[in-house]
T-cell receptor
Framework: DAGITQSPRHKVTETGTPVTLRCHQTENHRYMYWYRQDPGHGLRLIHYSYGVKDTDKGEVSDGYSVSRSKTEDFLLTLESATSSQTSVYFC?????WGTGELFFGEGSRLTVL | AQKITQTQPGMFVQEKEAVTLDCTYDTSDPSYGLFWYKQPSSGEMIFLIYQGSYDQQNATEGRYSLNFQKARKSANLVISASQLGDSAMYFCAMRESGSSNTGKLIFGQGTTLQVKP
């Protein structure tokens, strides 16, 4: 199994507070992604990274920012959490060769009250 | 724009029978990859099978096979001899060659499969 850990795994917070989710990999994969999963929507890409300090927006990036200061860590920040950001967040990693499948972390469940 | 559609929100299958989960896609890129993932109730995402757009044969992995019909833009997952442990949500996903420098996938809405004993 790919070495990906997400923290925290569960978080309850209040509207307007900042939240940071961390994704840590031990596989030295180049690409990292943050997806959110909501019923009826499958998984939607928030932001992704194709190298240290190289990031770009995904389909649902509004209200989120990311940072990647080293290969192994990819942080997702909600500057001011809203109830619409209540979701399960998945980090994933991949490499450029082969089939390029994504390997996922275990997910972080965020509840914004 | 690329799009993945899974039209079956939920399905039932009897244990030991085969089941087909539908997936259609839309892309103008001649080079792309199609993926299926399984998400059991525990929540993790498990990669099942991959099909490249130029692959001549349908992909197979154990009890999983991908019924790839390029002209119809469909990539249905076939699970043979269903087991109780196959009960899960299944996601179809696609990567276009234009995304090869980013590797990002787009996902369908998912299909929940329940296997009956």
């Amino acid at each position: 199994d790919a070495g990906i850990t997400q923290s925290p795994r569960h978080k309850v917070t209040e509207t307007g507070t900042p939240v940071t989710l961390r994704c840590h990999q031990t596989e030295n994969h180049r690409y990292m992604y943050w997806y959110r999963q909501d019923p009826g929507h499958g998984l939607r890409l928030i932001h992704y990274s194709y190298g240290v300090k190289d990031t770009d927006k995904g389909e649902v990036s509004d209200g989120y920012s990311v940072s990647r200061s080293k290969t192994e860590d990819f942080l997702l920040t909600l500057e001011s959490a809203t109830s619409s950001q209540t979701s399960v967040y998945f980090c994933a990693i991949s490499e450029a060769w082969g089939t390029g499948e994504l390997f996922f972390g275990e997910g972080s469940r965020l509840t914004v009250l | 724009a690329q799009k993945i559609t899974q039209t079956q929100p939920g399905m039932f299958v009897q244990e030991k029978e085969a089941v087909t989960l539908d997936c259609t896609y839309d892309t103008s890129d001649p080079s792309y990859g199609l993926f299926w993932y399984k998400q059991p109730s525990s929540g993790e995402m498990i990669f099942l099978i991959y099909q490249g757009s130029y692959d001549q044969q349908n992909a197979t992995e154990g009890r999983y096979s991908l019924n790839f019909q390029k002209a119809r833009k469909s990539a249905n997952l076939v699970i043979s001899a269903s087991q109780l442990g196959d009960s899960a949500m299944y996601f179809c996903a696609m990567r276009e060659s234009g995304s090869s420098n980013t590797g990002k996938l787009i996902f369908g809405q998912g299909t929940t499969l329940q296997v009956k004993p």
